[in-house]
């Protein structure tokens, strides 16, 4: 019998992921600064890998004391060994775009499992992405249909979207490009009995 997952976000994607997945979980939003946060460990000059790590951490254990199994996650690009975000602005999506226009970068997609108040399992899924050299036409036409939709997502496109235009290479698993490294994270949960398996 499976055992009830707190989800500590409000990713409408990664809640409907481990939905899909059969994982009866429920999302709460863990209230934390992420902006001040990733701004604090970059200046600790920590790697994007480990900013990811900490935030999903942060987010996992805000929620721990009160629910018995929580889940945080957390996703950043890594382009030239800078971290970026969502973009704020369209002019922003813009600006990352066509820095990322016919280059490649990373997404790091970080899960941590938090069972009785305390860390037991962590994860974080690399994916390459390679995009394609796409006219400043079609990029601005792309900006004004998707940017309701895209201003969720760090660099400015959903894969699961438009944006998967923009690409002509993606090199790892497709969750976690999404968010989530769904793979591993049903692998630990099935080992644990937390789900069938």
């Given at each position: 019998?499976?055992?009830?997952?707190?989800?500590?976000?409000?990713?409408?994607?990664r809640l409907r992921l481990l939905r899909a997945a059969g994982v009866d979980v429920t999302a709460i939003a863990a209230r934390i600064d992420e902006d001040s946060l990733r701004a604090s460990l970059q200046?600790?000059?920590?790697?994007?890998?480990?900013?990811?790590?900490?935030?999903?951490?942060?987010?996992?254990?805000?929620?721990?004391?009160?629910?018995?199994?929580?889940?945080?996650?957390?996703?950043?690009?890594?382009?030239?060994?800078?971290?970026?975000?969502?973009?704020?602005?369209?002019?922003?999506?813009?600006?990352?775009?066509?820095?990322?226009?016919?280059?490649?970068?990373?997404?790091?997609?970080?899960?941590?499992?938090?069972?009785?108040?305390?860390?037991?399992?962590?994860?974080?899924?690399?994916?390459?992405?390679?995009?394609?050299?796409?006219?400043?036409?079609?990029?601005?036409?792309?900006?004004?249909?998707?940017?309701?939709?895209?201003?969720?997502?760090?660099?400015?496109?959903?894969?699961?979207?438009?944006?998967?235009?923009?690409?002509?290479?993606?090199?790892?698993?497709?969750?976690?490009?999404?968010?989530?490294?769904?793979?591993?994270?049903?692998?630990?949960?099935?080992?644990?009995?937390?789900?069938?398996?």
């Amino acid at each position: 019998m499976s055992r009830p997952l707190i989800l500590a976000s409000t990713s409408e994607i990664r809640l409907r992921l481990l939905r899909a997945a059969g994982v009866d979980v429920t999302a709460i939003a863990a209230r934390i600064d992420e902006d001040s946060l990733r701004a604090s460990l970059q200046a600790e000059a920590a790697t994007p890998r480990d900013i990811a790590d900490a935030l999903a951490e942060m987010k996992a254990a805000r929620l721990a004391d009160r629910h018995p199994l929580v889940l945080g996650c957390d996703q950043v690009l890594e382009f030239r060994g800078q971290v970026w975000g969502k973009p704020a602005t369209v002019d922003e999506a813009r600006t990352q775009l066509v820095a990322l226009r016919g280059t490649t970068h990373r997404l790091l997609s970080a899960a941590v499992l938090y069972e009785d108040a305390r860390p037991v399992w962590r994860h974080v899924g690399e994916v390459r992405l390679t995009m394609r050299p796409f006219s400043d036409a079609y990029l601005d036409a792309y900006l004004s249909r998707n940017w309701d939709s895209i201003r969720h997502s760090v660099g400015g496109y959903k894969l699961e979207e438009e944006g998967a235009r923009l690409f002509e290479r993606v090199d790892g698993e497709y969750f976690a490009v999404l968010g989530l490294p769904l793979f591993a994270l049903l692998g630990y949960l099935g080992q644990r009995g937390i789900i069938a398996a």
